[in-house]
């Protein structure tokens, strides 16, 4: 088996493409791993007064991604992720008008490991979701864990990420019981249809 490097003449539109969505990859796969290292270090340095700030900071901040969280529309709206967006490419094609005075859940199935479409789609402005639905905020649901390690939450807090979860959610979405009992009445519709797609 031959390994095989990309050819030195490739344009600098695509090698930026290429960095983009490799730092995106590092980002969901080790950006949390070393922001633990980075406040460890803090912690044990001459530095530990702002590792104890932080952590401070920390415990006063510590229900707001499951409340909202805290997004940040400079860091929505980096280039990197227009770079990101064309590596694939993503595109968001509105189909209807949403009533921004509603509520919605948007399911994204399947979603596979790094959910680079949903990600793409809804936690940057890349493909404009502001400017398709106007007055809807969108936020992509994570595991609450991720919301625990120091430096990484605020970060990913930026895009409109926010800590998921049954009660969680329910208390984000305001999801009544009628809501609920719809839901509840689509699903077995739902989940029949996404597996003939998958199997079949």
């Known amino acids: 088996m031959k390994i095989q ?3 030195l003449n490739v344009p600098l539109r695509r090698r930026l493409q290429t960095a983009a969505v490799l730092q995106w990859v590092f980002s969901f796969l080790a950006l949390a791993q070393f922001c633990l290292a980075a406040f460890v270090l803090l912690a044990v340095s001459d530095w530990w007064i702002a590792a104890l700030l932080y952590a401070g ?16 529309h400079w860091v929505r709206k980096w280039s990197v ?3 990101f967006r064309d590596y ?6 509105k189909t209807v008008d ?3 005075t509603q509520n919605y859940i948007f399911g994204f199935h399947p979603h596979g490991v790094l959910v680079a479409g949903a990600f793409g789609n809804f936690c940057t402005e890349a493909t404009g979701f502001s400017r398709l639905f106007p007055g809807l905020r969108s936020h992509l649901l994570m595991l609450p864990f ?4 120091p430096f990484f939450r605020d970060y990913i807090m930026c895009g409109g990420e926010r800590g998921g979860g049954p009660r969680r ?8 019981p009628i809501s609920i009992n719809k839901i509840s009445q689509w699903l077995p519709q739902l989940i029949k249809i996404s ?5 079949c």
């Open 169 to 176: 959610t329910e208390r984000f979405y305001w999801i009544s």
């Open 146 to 149: 991720w919301f625990r390690v």
């Open 98 to 100: 949403l009533d921004p």
């Open 57 to 72: 900071w920390l415990w006063l901040d510590w229900d707001t991604p499951t409340s909202g969280g805290r997004r940040c």
């Open 5 to 7: 490097f990309a050819p």
């Open 88 to 93: 694939f490419p993503l595109e968001l094609v």
């Open 195 to 199: 597996f003939k797609y998958i199997c």
């Open 81 to 83: 992720w227009r770079h």
